[in-house]
């Protein structure tokens, strides 16, 4: 029998002493779990038995697909899944029920995300102890949620030792075991019916990353109450959508991998490139890939590379589904990696009496809302959002997120079909009294009337019209303070999605850039009020004529 906690120990040891090529979520992970082993008083107990256990079970699996069906091998587990399996199942607390009760694991494609899940989805529905224990692959469709549950079921039709040891059985649309009525099939959102009395024990989500609204999350998360021990695994590629819950869940997870945030029940791993890496290096294909070698094969993703570098439209795909990499739905302004590490726990009151600008982007029903509020110290600018929307945009808006931001705070939202900018009025005069505003940019085209009345109570407004001129400079500037880590923001997700959603669009008369949106439903408001409060700044502290602006990029 392998040592399976030798095996995990020793990745650990391989990916923090830099051996194995990593990203710095994995030796996170890593380090994690290390300083976890090594705590005193610990709530939670690893459990060598139970961490071997489902190692053991899942390596009694025939492969079903590729080589190694072919040569009809089990399973063989490498070191980084032996780490995942250790890790998640090993950990009991005082009654030995299960510490980690949410998993959530980002990994490129032909990585063997669908035969791990399978397996996990197995031992949960046969070896787990759990009497009528419901298990259910789930995604946004039939074919999707039913990939995992179909390679399960393989699975169990080529392994007569364990229908007879588990006494697992196939159904056209169920696996089952008989005598613990339990079953495990697959879950989708469309498939009708009512979603509603689901009792969990596991839930797998496919492809999260594919999922546009939280519903059948949610319903997986909602069903697991009444077990003392369910598990909600999530495996997922990157993809684009950074309103999904996908991406909500990531963002989670690198709190909990950074420390900002405990969690000890929620389990997160993402495999991918560093900030800093170019993805045209094959030395960092590794570290997004944990089965380099194995079942991802190197010139493979050395001929996608190349197709990828030679025709843009290829790229995004190559990013995500190969390197792990979030990308935006269209080409884009900024590097989404680099604008992730801007995002720092910032406090407003810290602030107090310092000089500040701020821009006010004004909308009414559909569009968000935006205020932002600048400070600088030095070589580097902070930055504050503010997001209002009224109720109803919320409930008919196809952004799932709407709901979950007005929850944790970081949008703010108003009864009504109207936004209400009396909210927004009195948060502005708070600002004026509590720090050094220097000047409040606005709109006219949705303000004028507003603007007026704040004027009247002598907040200190200034319009500017919203044109590619007074755009471009506070467009390049704020993108080169990115890129030198000169930019810091509180790390609200509405300015995160907003950001990766703008794209530059230049003139091709001019050279002027002014931030545009690809789709009506992909806001950029907080995009525009940044760079109208950032333009007001730069043209206090450093004026600059912008003819000679323009004269300076045409000789560049």
């Known amino acids: 029998m392998r040592d399976y906690i030798a095996l995990s120990n020793q990745y650990i040891d391989d990916v923090l002493s830099g051996k194995l090529l990593s990203c710095e979520f994995v030796k996170q992970a890593c380090r994690r779990q290390r300083e976890d082993l090594a705590r005193e008083d610990f709530e939670y107990t690893f459990d060598h038995d139970r961490a071997s256990h489902i190692c053991k079970f899942i390596e009694l699996l025939p492969h079903i697909e590729g080589e190694w069906a072919r040569k009809k091998l089990k399973i063989t587990l490498e070191p980084w899944q032996c780490f995942l399996l250790t890790t998640i199942f090993g950990w009991v607390d005082e009654s030995g029920w299960r510490r980690y009760r949410t998993v959530y694991i980002e990994v490129p494609r032909k990585n063997a995300k669908s035969t791990l899940t399978s397996g996990v989805g197995l031992y949960l529905l046969a070896a787990d102890g759990e009497q009528g224990a419901q298990i259910y692959s789930a995604a946004t469709t039939r074919d999707q949620a039913a990939i995992v549950w179909k390679v399960a079921k393989k699975m169990v039709e080529k392994s007569p030792g364990m229908q007879a040891r588990f006494g697992v059985g196939t ?48 319903v997986i998360e909602t069903g697991t109450g009444a077990r003392e021990q369910p598990l909600l695994w999530s495996i997922t590629t990157a993809g684009s959508n950074r309103t999904g819950i996908c991406y909500e869940q990531r963002d989670y997870v690198k709190r909990i991998l950074t420390g900002a945030h405990k969690d000890e029940s929620y389990f997160g791993i993402i495999y991918t490139l560093d900030v800093d890496d170019d993805w045209t290096d094959p030395s960092v294909w590794e570290k997004a890939n944990p089965n380099w070698g194995v079942s991802v094969k190197p010139d493979d993703i050395e001929r996608k590379a190349r197709k990828a570098m030679e025709l ?157 001129r007074f755009f471009t400079e506070p467009f390049l500037h704020l993108e080169g303070l990115v890129y030198s880590n000169n930019f810091i923001f509180d790390g609200n997700p509405v300015m995160t999605w907003m950001v990766s959603n703008t794209m530059a669009k230049r003139s091709q008369f001019s050279g002027l850039l002014h931030p545009v949106k690809e789709r009506p439903e992909n806001k950029i408001d907080g995009v525009i009020s940044l760079l109208m409060a950032m333009g007001r700044a730069m043209t206090m502290e450093e004026p600059v004529k912008i003819d000679d602006f323009l004269n300076d990029m045409i000789s560049a």
Request: glycine share 8%; hydrophobic share 40%; net charge negative.
């Open 171 to 218: 159904s056209a649309h169920a696996v089952f075991v008989e005598h613990s009525s339990s079953t495990f099939k697959p879950l989708s959102r469309d498939q009708g019916g009512n979603h509603d009395g689901y009792n969990v024990h596991g839930g797998l989500v496919d492809e999260l990353h594919a999922h546009k609204t939280r519903e059948i999350f949610d």
């Open 312 to 468: 843009p439209s290829a790229q995004n795909n190559f990013l995500t589904k190969h390197l792990n990499v979030w990308v935006n739905a269209a080409t884009s302004w900024m590097d989404m990696r680099r604008w992730d590490e801007c995002a720092k726990p910032l406090e407003l009151k810290d602030f107090a009496g310092e000089q500040c600008w701020l821009g006010l982007d004004l909308a009414e029903k559909v569009d968000i809302a935006a205020l932002s509020i600048v400070f600088k110290r030095g070589e580097n600018w902070y930055h504050f959002g503010r997001y209002y929307l009224n109720e109803n945009q919320v409930e008919v808006s196809g952004n799932s997120q709407y709901s979950g931001w007005m929850r944790s705070g970081h949008l703010t939202v108003n009864d009504g079909d109207v936004t209400d900018f009396d909210l927004i009025g009195t948060e502005l005069k708070e600002l004026c009294a509590e720090f050094d505003v220097q000047e409040i940019a606005f709109d006219p085209a949705f303000s004028s009337y507003f603007a007026t009345k704040l004027v009247q109570d002598g907040l200190p407004m200034v319009e500017i019209k919203q044109a590619s």
